[in-house]
C-alpha cells in the first residue's frame, strides 16, 4: 500500500467555499484513507477561522493545480488519489456534504491537526470523480467562516 503526504501552501480561504479537494485518481473502484489532517495560518492579527472536512455531495472534475504527492514510503506504488488545490480553475466547484470533521482555529500563528485512530480513518471509495459521475471518492476541506491563508498537509494511505 501506498503512503503519501500531499502538502499544500499559502491557500487563501474566505467565508463559505471549497478550498481543497482530493479524489480518486483511478478509472475503476478504488479507495484511500485519509488519517492525518494539518492546517497552520499565516495571519498577522487574530482571525478566527472555521474548516471543516466532509464528503463531496456533487461530482466535479476538479481542474485545478494538482499538488504532487511527497512519497512516505520510498518503494510505494503510485499514488492512490490526487489533490487539487487552485479552487480558481474548477470548471465546476464540487458541493460540500455534511461535515465530517470541524478544524476551528485561530490562523494568528494557530495550528489544528487531526489524526485519526486507529481504525477511524476518512475513507474514500469511488473512481475518478467527475468521470463516472460518482463522488464517494472525493473528499472536500471546506472553509466556513473567517479568512486567512493557511499552510497544511493531508496524509493518505491506499485502501
Not at 2 to 12: F, L, N, P
Not at 20 to 38: D, M, Q, S
Not at 108 to 124: K, N, Q, Y
Amino acid at each position: 500500500m501506498s503512503r503519501v503526504g500531499y502538502a499544500y501552501s499559502s491557500i487563501a480561504v474566505t467565508g463559505s467555499e471549497i478550498v481543497l479537494g482530493v479524489r480518486t485518481t483511478a478509472a475503476v473502484l478504488t479507495g484511500f484513507n485519509i488519517y492525518e489532517v494539518l492546517v497552520s495560518g499565516q495571519a498577522g492579527t487574530s482571525t478566527p477561522v472555521r474548516l471543516d472536512v466532509s464528503r463531496a455531495t456533487t461530482a466535479t472534475a476538479m481542474y485545478g493545480v494538482v499538488v504532487p504527492p511527497g512519497m512516505l514510503n520510498a518503494v510505494s506504488d503510485a499514488a492512490p488519489a490526487s489533490l487539487v488545490s487552485n479552487k480558481a480553475a474548477w470548471t465546476t466547484t464540487p458541493t460540500a456534504g455534511t461535515s465530517l470533521i470541524n478544524l476551528p482555529f485561530n490562523a494568528f500563528g494557530g495550528i489544528i491537526r487531526w489524526v485519526a485512530a486507529p481504525g477511524s480513518e476518512l475513507v474514500a471509495i469511488g473512481s475518478a470523480a467527475g468521470t463516472t459521475g460518482t463522488t464517494q471518492g472525493m473528499i472536500v476541506l471546506t472553509s466556513r467562516a473567517g479568512s486567512a491563508t493557511v499552510d497544511g498537509h493531508l496524509l493518505v494511505e491506499e485502501l
